[in-house]
């Protein structure tokens, strides 16, 4: 693998890693960072590629055999990386990953869903924690595809993959740029059901809620919810009733929540079974 000790703040190899608590590198750019020793592993172990890695220079030995022989390995001393990123950085290592196209809805959907397939979707979800806690959940409840919808965060982006743990480098991460229009597509294609969370009426407690198929749960922006015009296209609301005065919660608690009724604990409604004449 190529090896550079670098002592010079301008060297080129380091513009991924300059400044990074202040630099956003968008979908655009087609690359992003993962800080830290298992962000990097998980990095190392994805489906993503592994641009270069930036070390101190005393976890080289610790990395050797697990880099590939194609990524540039960025060797520093300690006091040096504070100098680079911007803030004082003790975990030794940081990885720049190169994205992989983020498919469309029909890309991703080429052949019909599992029969009790859960899908996530999230549409004006724009805070990065709470994407990445989402996306957490997903993988934990083994989740694989999630619908990312408008004006929703970008799920590469340092604080998303930073609280995801990683593990969005392993979900299969779908763009929708017409939810709406998506959403009729699976359920007319694909027979996927769709499930809005939303306290508006009519909307069905979570306790009460079965499920007869794959399903795609959908989860809205925290102040504003899921915008109406997706509420009136899905095929049902699910709402989690609150007490004590409590108006709603956390979105990434939410997802939690209803995520884990719908994979482990929903009652699973068969079809009725045809009557001979």
């Known amino acids: 693998m190529p090896e550079y000790t670098i002592d010079q703040l301008q060297h080129p ?41 930036l070390l101190d220079r005393k976890y080289f030995s610790h990395y050797r055999d697990m880099l590939p022989e194609d990524v540039d390995v960025l060797l520093v001393e300690h006091d040096f990386v504070e100098s680079i990123v911007g803030f ?18 029909r890309d991703s959907f080429l052949a019909p869903p599992e029969d009790q397939e859960t899908i996530a979707a999230v549409i004006g979800v724009q805070d990065p924690e709470n994407l990445g806690g989402i996306l ?21 982006a340092r604080r998303v993959l930073r609280v995801s743990m990683g593990t969005v480098l392993h979900l299969d991460v779908i763009r929708s740029t017409d939810f709406v229009a998506d ?16 306290l508006q009426a009519p909307s069905e407690p979570l306790e009460t809620a079965s499920r007869s198929g794959p399903v795609m749960i959908v989860f809205g922006n925290e102040r504003f ?26 979105v990434c608690v939410s997802a939690g929540i209803v995520l884990h009724y719908f994979c482990r604990l929903a009652p699973v409604l068969q079809p009725p079974i045809a009557q001979e004449e």
């Open 88 to 105: 004082d950085f003790h975990r030794g290592v940081i990885g720049c990953g190169y994205r992989l196209p983020i498919r469309s809805v």
């Open 225 to 250: 919810g899921i915008p109406q015009d997706v509420q009136q296209v899905a095929d049902r609301r699910i709402r989690i009733n609150m007490e004590l005065a409590t108006d709603s919660l956390n």
């Open 13 to 53: 190899l380091l513009e991924p890693y300059r400044e990074i608590r202040s630099r956003n590198w968008t979908e655009q750019s087609g690359i992003f960072i993962a800080e830290g020793p298992l962000l990097v592993e998980q990095l190392l172990l994805s489906p993503y590629g592994t641009k270069s890695v």
């Open 136 to 156: 957490r959940c997903c993988a934990g409840l083994g989740i694989q595809r999630v619908l990312i919808g408008p004006g929703t965060a970008d799920p590469l």
């Open 183 to 198: 959403i009729q597509w699976l359920k007319q294609q694909r027979g996927i059901e769709t499930l809005a969370t939303s």
